[in-house]
């Protein structure tokens, strides 16, 4: 009886915590909620515009210029022309909600930013750092190519990896970095094939691209600041490459202007 009446109080603890949890993230979302539609409250009454590509993208011309505010959860970014209502949008954040202008644009979702009067910057240099040490990568060999020549991958029945999730988690981030990184996108899209059931062949693709990524962790995304803004597309195509559905693998890339944004 008494073992009974324990595990009663057992049950009850649970879902007393479990209740308790639930309405701590109901209080939660709630406020977040309030907080995100008194901002976008703000930026629409300043006569913002919301962009059709991203909500959290607002975009407002005046006889200036242009102005641009991208949103990021607690963080934005504030560019434009127009200095004025910069600093009018500036001025009312300010007095709505705890805020501080970090001043020039140095670092942004883990992308840092360099410039001149020529020429932006765009690096992951910390953020690679810190996927090799996610992957607990201490491997000091490098490599030209993020891919063996010719290496071809299947749905095998090799070995499973020894820890699937962080497969994931390493693939993830590596996708993140295709944003500075385009040169790694094609083969991140292979490895990310086998997230489901990686194997130690997999593993050791995804290792390839760790060396490669390690030797070029300094190298930097040019952005030149031109007034050139025709946009560019080259793409190409092989076909029935792939070796498991057959499918045709294209590639593309983007320029606006001198600068390659896809």
Not at 4 to 15: A, E, N, P, T, V
Not at 236 to 250: C, E, F, I, L, Q
Request: charged content about 20%.
């Amino acid at each position: 009886m008494r073992n009974f009446l324990l595990y009663i109080r057992q049950i009850l603890q649970i879902w007393f915590f479990y209740l308790l949890v639930r309405v701590l993230l109901i209080v939660i979302g709630y406020i977040r909620s309030r907080l995100i539609l008194k901002i976008f409250y703000l930026i629409y009454s300043l006569q913002f515009v919301s962009s059709s590509h991203d909500f959290a993208l607002f975009v407002k011309c005046t006889d200036a210029g242009r102005i641009i505010l991208s949103l990021y959860i607690d963080d934005m970014i504030i560019i434009g022309d127009d200095i004025n209502v910069i600093s009018v949008l500036k001025t009312k954040l300010a007095k709505q909600f705890e805020m501080k202008d970090l001043g020039y644009l140095r670092y942004f979702v883990s992308i840092e930013v360099a410039y001149s009067p020529r020429d932006y910057l765009l690096s992951q240099s910390k953020y690679v750092t810190d996927i090799l040490k996610r992957a607990k990568f201490t491997d000091n060999k490098i490599v030209d190519t993020p891919i063996e020549v010719n290496a071809k991958y299947f749905f095998t029945d090799d070995l499973p990896s020894l820890d699937p999730t962080l497969y994931r988690a390493i693939v993830e981030s590596l996708i993140y970095l295709t944003i500075t990184h385009p040169d790694i996108a094609y083969v991140v899209h292979l490895i990310d094939k086998f997230v489901v059931s990686p194997t130690t062949i997999h593993w050791a693709a995804m290792l390839c691209i760790l060396r490669y990524i390690r030797d070029t962790v300094f190298q930097s995304l040019l952005l030149p600041s031109t007034f050139f803004l025709e946009r560019r597309a080259y793409s190409d195509a092989n076909y029935g490459s792939d070796p498991t559905d057959r499918k045709s693998v294209t590639g593309l890339c983007i320029f606006l202007g001198d600068s390659l944004i896809y």
